[in-house]
């Protein structure tokens, strides 16, 4: 009976790289996909903004247009009608604004036309005034970013921003946004109530694990500081080569 002899400190040395160069391949090809598939998501939701905008957005237009000319062109007597036709025109003008802010939020138009500073800021204002908060959005000089990093940095600072409207009781918000040393920061503070972040990403719903899972495909870092009573700041770093 025999036994294989023990592979030498060489061997051995050089299987462990081979796994560990396998380990690395392996997390390469992972993030890849995970990006690929936020890359069709972005697509998707791209084209169903389109739609709704182009489509249902402007049937609704000339519905209500057709509607105001049915209208105008009752005859005084028929005054019940005519307060029918308002009420219809009002809904279908109240419709008419849903679909076009759901299609911004689906994928704003201004994020590709004009880029991420401007995106932002109007996330920042269209949320702030719809919920009674001041949203400020301090952005220094930084490099031309790609579409894939500028998609990242908007969607982890629209979920932070939803959070904070949803649950924070907030009256004050600061987005910053800088770039450092080849790296984005991305820094979102409140001063509303605070939570213990540990419970809240056990417990999920919050959109916590949606922001760190995204910043993983981006070999990005996620931070959260949070206590009751003492608001919460949440850091996101990601390389500009996160490749």
Not at 68 to 91: C, F, K, M
Not at 166 to 195: T, W
Request: glycine share 8%.
């Amino acid at each position: 009976m025999t036994h294989d002899a023990p592979p030498s400190p060489v061997e051995a040395h050089l299987r462990y790289q081979h796994l560990l160069q396998r380990l690395e391949a392996s997390e390469r090809e992972f993030r890849r996909l995970g990006r690929s598939v936020l890359h069709v998501q972005e697509d998707e939701r791209r084209r169903l903004a389109r739609d709704l905008h182009d489509g249902i957005g402007q049937n609704l237009t000339a519905l209500k247009h057709r509607l105001a000319q049915i209208g105008d062109a009752l005859p005084v007597e028929l005054g019940t009608l005519r307060a029918s036709l308002d009420e219809a025109i009002a809904l279908c003008a109240d419709t008419l604004d849903d679909t076009r802010q759901l299609s911004r939020l689906l994928r704003p138009p201004i994020l590709d036309d004009l880029g991420l500073e401007p995106a932002l800021r109007w996330l920042a204002r269209s949320l702030g005034e719809a919920a009674g908060v001041a949203i400020t959005v301090e952005i220094e000089p930084i490099p031309a970013l790609d579409e894939e990093l500028q998609t990242l940095l908007f969607r982890i600072t629209q979920e932070a921003l939803n959070n904070v409207v949803k649950h924070a009781g907030a009256r004050s918000v600061l987005v910053h946004l800088v770039e450092r040393s080849g790296r984005m920061q991305l820094q979102i503070v409140d001063d509303g109530c605070g939570f213990d972040p540990v419970q809240a990403q056990a417990a999920g719903g919050t959109g916590l694990g949606g922001i760190r899972e995204r910043l993983q495909l981006f070999n990005g870092q996620f931070e959260l500081r949070s206590a009751s009573g003492h608001g919460t700041r949440l850091r996101a770093v990601v390389p500009l080569d996160n490749r």
